[in-house]
């Protein structure tokens, strides 16, 4: 079971339990800043279109979105955020790649660091992983909810590359130029996502099994947790139900 859509489908799941709602408005508020510093009319800004419609998925109130907007054309103060990426080796060697949006970089680097070491990983240097993954749009739907030629007609018809069979889910892979125009034909087409993103998704994996993987779910999830990370993308593979298992 590959770690991209599988590890997404579960933080879904994990975030409406575990109702962690304010976290993740914190991420999508400063992903709209960041973004609305290259303009704040999400028509003529892509990043920001994208970050926008993230956020309405969230069901986030307008005047936060707003806001969040005006913060970063510079219309009202607020934090001065940079990015910054890590990349790095988990248990197993796997790969590891981390985004960040910090105030403070100096702490970012400090924690984030001391959370690969503590979890059995290591940072590695600039470049050292990011050339094992690829920019796509990634859309993930339940079995349930859509049949799968119906569902691949959808895809294709709107610009879709691939419908792969993960599971319990149909996974829809596009282009990150098309993956608004997928996504929006399959709310057209009245069908419910579990989850809908731009990621980075790997060229090849690394299969885990027993303690090395669960060593690698804590790790992705100290990360997860950390308040500066915006995405943490893995080249992780195993069994569908060990990830369920290490998971839960």
């Not at 599988?6 to 709209?32: M, P, S, V, Y």
């Not at 069908?191 to 993987?213: C, D, F, Q, R």
């Amino acid at each position: 079971m590959s770690g991209h859509s599988k590890w997404a489908t579960i933080k879904h799941k994990k975030g409406a339990l575990d109702a962690k709602r304010g976290k993740i408005f914190t991420r999508l508020i400063k992903e709209i800043t960041i973004a609305a510093r290259q303009g704040g009319d999400p028509d003529g800004n892509p990043r920001l279109r994208t970050a926008v419609a993230a956020a309405k998925a969230e069901n986030m109130p307008a005047d936060n979105i707003k806001r969040a907007i005006q913060r970063g054309t510079g219309e009202l103060p607020g934090a001065t955020y940079e990015e910054i990426s890590f990349e790095g080796y988990g248990p197993g060697g796997v790969a590891i790649i981390v985004d960040c949006t910090t105030d403070n970089r100096n702490r970012a680097v400090s924690e984030i660091r001391h959370a690969f070491s503590k979890n059995g990983g290591n940072l590695g240097e600039p470049n050292s992983v990011r050339f094992m993954f690829t920019k796509k749009g990634v859309i993930a739907v339940s079995k349930d909810a859509a049949d799968e030629d119906k569902l691949t007609g959808i895809v294709l018809d709107a610009g879709g590359e691939d419908l792969n069979d993960e599971g319990d889910t149909w996974e829809i892979i596009t282009d990150p130029g098309a993956y608004e125009a997928v996504a929006q034909a399959v709310r057209d087409a009245g069908i419910e996502t579990v989850m809908s993103e731009i990621t980075m998704v790997a060229t090849n994996y690394t299969k885990l099994e027993g303690a090395p993987a669960a060593q690698c779910i804590r790790l992705l999830e100290a990360l997860e947790d950390h308040d500066d990370v915006q995405n943490v993308y893995s080249n992780f593979d195993m069994d569908a139900k060990q990830l369920e298992e290490v998971a839960g």
